[in-house]
């Protein structure tokens, strides 16, 4: 039997828009079963903490229980990896950081593209650095410690968690930025640098306030200025870089990835239900508390600003010709 045209279209028509409808039932349905975050580095550390930080309140929103799973290695390019081979149905999420931004031009050969293989979905917190001394080197302010560096060129060592670490990093664009020659020493991890410098054998590094704001508080180090564009909430007397050198910043953010093709739908509901989770005065006292900065923009936003970051990190590792160990 032939149809008439009218018909055909219509009938045409609501075959075509099945495969959405049943996306969106599908899609509004979500998730009918817990949610993976793999968390890219050990557990105890700041990534594994701001992944149950967050975790908590996303499962209660979502209704199913939200698993952290550590899955450290390789810079947390095993766990980027693992999201990134994952299924696209929103039930395995990434803890993305500031790191995969780095480790994108920081490696030569990784098995996956961050940028293609990740769809940034919400971000969560920015992490503040300080630039701290022990207490008996001389400079007290970033001038004198500019002009003590300029007239002893080559002689200051600065320690850092490992080449690539944020700490390594944050000071290789001081270095470029001011114009001045710090010997890179790099440990085996923050902690190893940081006990290091509270003795006294480094004497410079940039770290984060969130591990070192006790010994700054307690006089064991000096703080000389933060990172950030802005002061600190829980250091409101220490200046920023960027009061003496004009431009500078340099912060760590956190942020919830899923793998590319992930529906669109579920991103956006996981990203309406973060958001939300920010808004919560005890995660947003919790965040401040940690010296962390609530960072909540729109998806867009977000994906753009993981594209700049990658950018502007792709410039200083060139510049100072860093490669992962």
Known sequence: MKLPRRNFLDLAAGAAALPAVSRIAWAQAYPTRPVRLIAPFPAGG?????S???GQPLSERLGQPVIIENRAGAGGNVGTEAVVRASPDGYTLLLITSTNAINQTLYDKLNFDFVRDIAPVASIVRGI????VHPSFPA????EFIAYVKANPGRVNMASGGIGSSQH???ELFKMMAGVDIVHVPYRGGGPALTDLLAGQVPVMFDTIATSMEQIK???????AVTSATRSEVLPDIPTIREFVPGYEATGWQGIGAPRNTPPEIIDRLHREINACLDDPRV???IVELGYLVFKTSQTEFTRFVGESIEKWAKVIRAANMRAE
């Open 52 to 54: 149950r930080l967050i």
């Open 46 to 50: 700041v990534v594994d903490l701001f």
């Open 284 to 286: 947003k006292a919790r």
């Open 218 to 224: 307690a006089g064991k180090l000096r703080a000389l």
């Open 129 to 132: 650095g300080v630039l701290e």
């Open 169 to 171: 990093i944050y000071g």
């Open 140 to 143: 007290k302010t970033v001038p």
